[in-house]
């Protein structure tokens, strides 16, 4: 099993920048392909971005390309969601998870692991 714990949430000003952390606990994190979701009040939970468990695939949802990156740690058993450029539909609590298939899924059901959020607020 994999427990994931996020960090590096904040209230910042629009076009600042964040880097959320993910710490996961478990001998089988290097294997997981991990992922990072959002969701705002009122809306569903959505796909932000990717890695595969070896880090040679990545992808991102439309609304974050250009402006979000996200890396992993194997050693650190830590995966990480730079944010640059922030805008106010970026608010949202955001959401670390894991897939014991090891890609880059979009999905949610993909994903058997789940940290508890961290909240992030972009004001205008």
């Known amino acids: 099993q994999v427990q994931l714990v996020e960090s590096g949430g904040g209230l910042v000003q629009t076009g600042a920048s964040l880097r959320l952390s993910c710490a996961a606990s478990g001998r089988t994190f290097s294997s997981y392909g991990m992922g990072w979701f959002r969701q705002a009040p009122g809306k569903e939970r959505e796909f932000v971005a990717a890695?595969?468990?070896?880090?040679?695939?990545?992808s991102y949802a439309d609304s974050v390309k250009g402006r979000f990156t996200i890396s992993r740690d194997n050693a650190k058993k830590t995966v990480y969601l730079q944010m640059n450029s922030l805008k106010p539909e970026d608010t949202a609590v955001y959401y670390c998870?894991?897939?014991?298939?090891?890609?880059?899924?979009?999905?949610?059901?993909?994903?058997?692991?789940w940290g508890q959020g961290t909240q992030v607020t972009v004001s205008s």
């Open positions: 998870a894991g897939n014991s298939l090891g890609g880059t899924s979009a999905h949610t059901g993909s994903y058997a692991y």
């Open positions: 890695i595969s468990w070896n880090s040679i695939s990545t």
